[in-house]
């Protein structure tokens, strides 16, 4: 299931802003999404920045895609999917790792970043700041 918002909402209350997370994985041995939730992130930059690279950077630096699967489980940082789905996020967004071919995205909205291989700490904090335009 893909689940993108087609633009940036408003907030017009002072509550804190909500994100969701859809993480999307490809490789020869799995292939599945899981979802994560949370708050105090309201606009594309801040969820790559806060969140979403620091999934991409762990992706990426596990010698098996089921280390970093356990990992997530463990740590408890995945949202059932009737959570994800019955969420009011603010800003909705996504990660696409394909493991075989090293191909990695961001996304929100009709909005993708590609990354060229296994994104780097320089490289995802280039793309914020060209989000942040």
């Known amino acids: 299931m893909n689940r993108h918002s087609d633009g940036w909402p408003l907030s017009t ?3 804190a802003e909500t994100y969701t997370l859809c993480v999307q994985i490809e490789s020869h041995e799995y292939y599945g999404e899981f979802y994560l939730v949370g708050e105090g992130y309201g606009t594309p ?5 806060n969140i979403a690279a620091d999934h991409l ?3 990426s630096n596990a010698s098996r895609i089921e280390e970093y ?3 997530v489980l463990k740590r408890g940082e995945n949202a059932s999917e009737d959570e994800y789905d ?5 800003i909705e ?3 696409h790792v394909d493991v075989s071919y090293q191909r990695y995205a961001f996304g929100v909205g ?3 970043v590609e990354f060229t291989g296994e994104p780097t700490k320089n490289e995802i904090a280039s793309t914020v700041t060209q989000l942040q335009s």
């Open 13 to 15: 209350t002072d509550m």
């Open 45 to 49: 930059a801040e969820v790559l920045d």
């Open 57 to 59: 950077l762990r992706i």
């Open 69 to 71: 699967l356990l990992d």
């Open 86 to 90: 019955s969420t009011d996020a603010d």
């Open 93 to 95: 967004c996504w990660i």
């Open 110 to 112: 009709d909005r993708v």
